[in-house]
């Protein structure tokens, strides 16, 4: 099963199983090794900067456009 099937599947879940599901999923990341944190992070991290990257590249009059509409 791919993760994107077992996410589908989990989504279908009732909300109380989906919680314990969601807690014992967080519960096991306290387990990761120090290197796996780090992975993890570097990993959050350059995902972070490639977003903003991309943000970043957009025309101000874009942005600024955006911002008024979504202050409307």
Known sequence: MSTEELEQAA????????ARLAERLL???????DEE???LWTEEAAR??????????RP????FADARRRLK
Do not use: G, I
């Open 60 to 63: 101000a009059a874009e942005v």
């Open 48 to 57: 972070r900067d490639a977003a903003w990257s991309e943000e970043a590249a």
């Open 27 to 33: 519960d096991s990341l306290e387990t990761l090794s």
């Open 37 to 39: 944190n780090a992975q």
């Open 11 to 18: 989504l279908k879940l009732t909300p109380r199983d989906r």
